[in-house]
Each structure stands twice: as C-alpha cells, then as structure tokens.
C-alpha cells in the first residue's frame, strides 16, 4: 500500500474529462466498495486503537497518526453489516470529507481503477431509502462494486447545523434572484436536504437533482425557453463533484461551451478538498468552490454570485 497514492498531482489530468479513479476495498464479505482516490489521504495497516467513553457505537477508537488523533470508523457496522472484529488483520483508509479528517475500518484493500464516470450509475430502484448506504454502483471485473454515501454516515455520527446564522447579510437575496430558480444537483440525499434546509429560510425557489447529466439535461430544456439565456430562469446551479454518470467538473465545463448555458453562474460544493481541487475549479471555469457543509458560507457565496448578475 506504501506506494498506493504515489503522483496524486498527475490526476488532475482527469478533471473534464468525467473520469475518476476509485479505490476498491471489501468490509465483511466478498462485496467490493469504492471511494474516490481525491478524498484518499493514506492506506495503512490498523494501527492498535483507544477506546474512548461514550463514543458512538460505530466509531471503533481513536488512532494516534503522524502527530494527528483520527476517528476511526467501522465502516461495515456503520453501514448495517456486522462489525469488524479482528482489526489487527485490517486496514484504515485515512480519508477527508467536509472538512475534517476520519479514519475507515475496513478489512482488505482491493486496488484503484481508472474509470468513467458514465460507467457509474445511480443506484438501482427500491435502493435509494432511508435505510439505503448508497449513492451509486458500477460494474468491474463482471462483479458489481457499491459507492457508500459516507456523507450520510458522517451526517448520523455527528449532524451538521443547517440553520443560517443572524448576521450573515442575506436581505438581498430574494430580491437578486427574483422569480428564478436555483438548481441543486447532488447525488448525496443527505446534502440535497441540508442545502435544501439552509436555503429555505431565505424564501428561494429551488429544484433538486441528483447527478450532473440530469442537472445538464435540465438546464438544457430551461435555456430552450429562454429568449438568450438560461439565467432568465435559472439564478444559480450549486453542484456538487462527485456524481454518477457525469460529475461536476464535466457539467460546468459542458455550462461553458453551450452559449445558452455558459452565463450562469456555478458554486461546485463538494465534501472533496485541497489544493489541486481548487486547481481544477479554475480549470473547468467554475465561479466557487466550497467544501461542505457550512450554511453561512453557502448563503454567502449565494449571495455573491447572484448580486453579480
């Protein structure tokens, strides 16, 4: 594994191109799972863990890293499997979504696989519930490989506020955006609600999709409408990156060369951080970039970019 994330730089080279690179582990069971390599800081054995009191049941301890103390969550129990017993026999997958840094248990790390996009597909119907753990599925090797909505289990452990706070300015809003829309897209249901949640209190129409092509197709229909653009309907897209069939690179840099499109303006919202992905924002010719999930943030950056227009 030492030398599993080796010339990370290099994978910007994706970005536009709707392609990804997913690590590939397994929890208990012969069922592969995958995570995108961009949130992948480390893959090392398991460290010995501490117990810490009242934790939450699916935090397994704590590990102490390279100076840093790091969560470490039971993947498997966390997503209603059993949970992993022997952890001498496993490995940590050190990963960063919404701005901080958690530790995955899991009990064997498979390899990385460059793939499209377009080959990752929602997940199928009667599996998008409550009780469901996925944001999307693909096919590898002829065995079917599931994506966890880790936002979703990051969300139960420790829930993010999604109420504005009073002294973010937001009385303009409303006004800037008028009787237009703002369009959500994200695969995530967890982060649909919460930016749903932030934005309602500020009266703003909204409409939610849940990957890139739909948001593309949508915008599409709505600039067909339009007299010369799509911003006489449609204020603002907030989208976020990681998205089956199309991410959010793709779909801004698809916003860009369609004239109808190429107007609006875009915030990708993303759970992924870090320099190079502020290098690819600027790349695909995105407005912001903000890493989830802060409500005062979002309603700034809605802010800003409205009163732009």
């Known amino acids: 594994m030492a030398g599993i994330l080796d010339s990370v730089n290099q994978r910007t080279q994706l970005v536009g191109q709707n392609r990804l690179e997913l690590l590939m582990f397994r929890l208990n069971g012969r069922q592969r799972f995958g995570i995108n390599v961009f949130k992948v800081r480390e893959v090392l054995q398991c460290p010995p863990l501490t117990a810490i009191p009242k934790r939450n049941k699916y935090v397994k301890g704590i590990a102490h890293i390279r100076g840093q103390t790091i969560s470490v969550?039971?993947?498997?129990?966390?997503?209603?499997?059993?949970a992993i017993e022997n952890t001498k026999d496993c490995f940590i997958i050190i990963a960063e979504y919404n701005r901080s840094v958690q530790g995955f248990l899991v009990a064997s790390?498979?390899?990385i696989i460059n793939m499209n996009w377009e080959s990752i597909m929602p997940p199928?119907?009667?599996?998008?519930?409550?009780?469901?753990?996925?944001?999307?599925?693909?096919?590898?090797?002829?065995?079917?490989?599931?994506?966890?909505?880790?936002?979703?289990?990051?969300?139960?452990?420790?829930?993010?506020?999604?109420?504005?706070?009073?002294?973010?300015?937001?009385e303009s809003i409303s006004a800037d955006l008028g009787d237009r829309i703002i369009l959500i897209a994200d695969d995530s249901a967890v982060a649909r609600n919460q930016?749903?949640?932030?934005?309602?209190?500020?009266?703003?129409?909204?409409?939610?999709?849940?990957?890139?092509?739909?948001?593309?197709?949508?915008?599409?229909?709505i600039a067909a409408q339009c007299q010369n653009s799509v911003t006489e309907k449609v204020g603002l897209l907030i989208s976020d990156i990681e998205m089956p069939e199309m991410d959010g690179y793709t779909l801004t840099a698809e916003i860009r060369i369609d004239s109808r499109l190429k107007p609006l303006h875009v915030i990708l919202h993303t759970s992924l951080s870090g320099v190079f992905n502020q290098q690819m924002v600027?790349?695909?010719?995105?407005?912001?970039?903000?890493?989830?999930?802060?409500?005062?943030?979002?309603?700034?950056?809605?802010?800003?970019?409205?009163?732009?227009?």
């Open 73 to 82: 969550i039971d993947l498997s129990l966390a997503t209603g499997g059993r």
């Open 195 to 221: 930016v749903k949640r932030a934005l309602e209190s500020l009266g703003v129409q909204m409409h939610l999709v849940k990957n890139g092509r739909e948001a593309l197709t949508f915008l599409q229909d």
């Open 282 to 309: 600027q790349k695909v010719g995105a407005d912001d970039f903000i890493a989830k999930f802060n409500p005062d943030e979002l309603a700034e950056s809605v802010r800003k970019w409205l009163h732009t227009d």
């Open 124 to 170: 199928p119907k009667g599996t998008s519930g409550k009780q469901s753990y996925l944001t999307a599925v693909t096919e590898i090797d002829n065995e079917l490989v599931e994506i966890i909505d880790v936002e979703k289990i990051l969300e139960e452990i420790s829930p993010s506020p999604t109420t504005i706070s009073s002294h973010v300015v937001t």
């Open 109 to 111: 790390v498979d390899r």
